[in-house]
């Protein structure tokens, strides 16, 4: 699997609106977001899907998933409430291919989703 535009986001080679970043986490803004608040949760180490995490990094998909809550604590709406999404492959409707979490906020969700 070669890299996806998410390295060069990582490696600042691209511009994004980078909202946070730890030594092993970047969250930045969606291109083409689909909530008043929509940014993408990934780690730094390159990993393809949610099928390719390894016991070894379960760590590290808490981590990312904790950086969002706690982003969502920080920007205030953490008790009104929000959604993290995690797309894996085709029929989840995968587009890039470097694992990440969106977090939408800042409308109600539908559920059950499209
Ligand atoms: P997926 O469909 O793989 O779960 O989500 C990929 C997300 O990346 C999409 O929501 C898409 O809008 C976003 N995206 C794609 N290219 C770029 C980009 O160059 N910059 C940013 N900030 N987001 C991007």
Redesign the pocket.
């Known amino acids: 699997m070669g890299e996806t535009?998410f390295a060069k986001?990582i490696r600042r080679e691209?511009p994004?609106?980078i909202v946070y970043e730890d030594d092993e986490v970047l969250a930045?803004?969606?291109?083409?977001p689909?909530a008043p608040v929509?940014v993408?949760f990934i780690p730094k180490q390159a990993i393809a899907t949610l099928n390719d995490v390894t016991a070894e990094q379960a760590g590290l998909l808490g981590r990312l998933l904790l950086a969002a809550a706690d982003y969502a604590k920080r920007e205030g709406f953490a008790e009104g409430g929000y959604r993290t999404?995690?797309?894996c492959n085709e029929h989840?409707?995968?587009?890039?291919?470097h694992l990440?979490v969106?977090l939408l906020a800042g409308r109600p969700m539908l559920w059950p989703p499209g």
């Open positions: 535009l986001i691209i994004a609106d930045f803004r969606d291109i083409h689909q929509h993408l999404v995690i797309n989840g409707g995968q587009t890039v291919f990440h969106h």
